[in-house]
T-cell receptor
C-alpha cells in the first residue's frame, strides 16, 4: 500500500496564479482532510470530507476550494494564490466511525511570490 | 471552534532525561486526545492516543496522562534518546461528532547527546 500520496512535492507560484493540489489514498478510508502547516501554528484544518460526496469547511477555508472526486481522491484548489498561502499542505485520511488514526501524506511545500 | 494550547513551544533535554509536554483545552465535550510526532521534513505520525474513559496510557518509553476535570493532558517521554528529537503535536476531538481533530501549536523537542 502506498498509503496517502500527494502531488506535487514542491511548487512555486506567482501571486494570482491558480493550482490544484492532488491527494489520493489506497486504504479505503471514508474521511479525508486538508491541513496547512505554518511555523509555530501547528496544523490548521482547511476543508474536510467526511465521506464521498460531502465536503465541509474547516478552520481556515478562505481562498480555497475542494473536490472529493471519488472515495480515493480529494483535491485542493487555489483559484488566485496569495503570499499568505505560502505554507506546507498536508492531506490526511482515516476510517469513519469511532476515532481512528489520521494518516498523513508527505506534504506539498508551496511558495507564493 | 475548540482551542488547545500546548506548552512549551521548545524543550531541550539531555539524553536520558525525561521530557513532559502539556496541553490544555476548554471544550469539556472533547473525549479523544492523540499525540503526533513529526520529524524534520516528514509527515506527522500518531505515537499514542487516549480516550476520556482512562486517565493514563503507556507504551514503552512514552505515556499520556489525562485530567478531564482540569482539562489538560500531557505527554511523558522517559529515557530520552537523540532520535526522539522532533516536533510533537497534541490534538483533540469529539467521538461521535465526526473525525475532525484540533491540533496544538507544537513543541520542538531537542535531545542533546
Amino acid at each position: 500500500n502506498a498509503g496517502v500520496t500527494q502531488t506535487p512535492k514542491f511548487q512555486v507560484l506567482k501571486t494570482g496564479q491558480s493550482m490544484t493540489l492532488q491527494c489520493a489514498q489506497d486504504m479505503n478510508h471514508n474521511s479525508m482532510y486538508w491541513y496547512r502547516q505554518d511555523p509555530g501554528m501547528g496544523l490548521r484544518l482547511i476543508y474536510y470530507s467526511a465521506s464521498e460526496g460531502t465536503t465541509d469547511k474547516g478552520e481556515v477555508p478562505n481562498g480555497y476550494n475542494v473536490s472529493r472526486l471519488n472515495k480515493r481522491e480529494f483535491s485542493l484548489r487555489l483559484e488566485s494564490a496569495a503570499p499568505s498561502q505560502t505554507s506546507v499542505y498536508f492531506c490526511a485520511s482515516n476510517r469513519a466511525g469511532t476515532y481512528n488514526e489520521q494518516f498523513f501524506g508527505p506534504g506539498t511545500r508551496l511558495t507564493v511570490l | 471552534g475548540e482551542n488547545v494550547e500546548q506548552h512549551p513551544s521548545t524543550l531541550s533535554v539531555q539524553e536520558g532525561d525525561s521530557a513532559v509536554i502539556k496541553c490544555t483545552y476548554s471544550d469539556s465535550a472533547s473525549n479523544y486526545f492523540p499525540w503526533y510526532k513529526q520529524e524534520l521534513g516528514k509527515r506527522p505520525q500518531l505515537i499514542i492516543d487516549i480516550r476520556s474513559n482512562v486517565g493514563e496510557k503507556k507504551d514503552q518509553r512514552i505515556a499520556v496522562t489525562l485530567n478531564k476535570t482540569a482539562k489538560h493532558f500531557s505527554l511523558h517521554i522517559t529515557e530520552t534518546q537523540p532520535e526522539d528529537s522532533a516536533v510533537y503535536f497534541c490534538a483533540l476531538g469529539e467521538i461521535d461528532a465526526g473525525n475532525m481533530l484540533t491540533f496544538g501549536g507544537g513543541t520542538r523537542l531537542m535531545v542533546k547527546p
